[in-house]
């Protein structure tokens, strides 16, 4: 009697591994279930990053101390202030050259 119920408690065993195992292959084979979940999982990521950025600009730290966001603000701005000089310069070197070719056609 005890050597069929360890029988019995090994086939439950090896249908569970079973089951298991056939969930897992049609997870697989379901492109479309997989490519919805990496979606979703994207998006959400994508959201977290928003929403972190859109703190740092309103002053108000989503679930992070002050002084990250703060050095987050300063580099921010750094870089704005580095992108509005270096397009302030292309802008005064076209002008340049453009009055410097006025006084070559005059």
């Known amino acids: 009697m005890e050597d069929s119920a360890a029988v ?3 086939i439950e065993a090896a249908r569970a591994r079973i089951a298991d195992t056939a969930t897992a292959l ?8 997989r490519l ?7 998006i959400a990521a994508a959201r ?6 859109t703190s ?3 002053g108000e730290p989503e679930n992070e101390p002050a002084a990250p966001a703060a050095g987050r603000n ?3 701005f750094a870089a704005g202030s580095f992108v509005a000089t270096v397009l302030l310069w292309l802008f005064l070197a076209s002008r340049r050259r453009d009055e410097s070719q006025d006084r070559d056609a005059a």
């Not at 049609?26 to 279930?33: E, G, L, S, T």
């Not at 919805?36 to 994207?42: F, T, V, W």
């Not at 977290?48 to 950025?53: E, G, I, L, R």
């Open 26 to 33: 049609a997870y697989r084979a379901d492109v479309k279930a």
């Open 74 to 76: 300063v580099i921010i």
């Open 56 to 58: 740092s600009f309103s």
């Open 8 to 10: 019995r408690r090994e």
């Open 36 to 42: 919805n979940d990496e979606l979703a999982h994207r």
């Open 48 to 53: 977290q990053s928003f929403a972190a950025v």
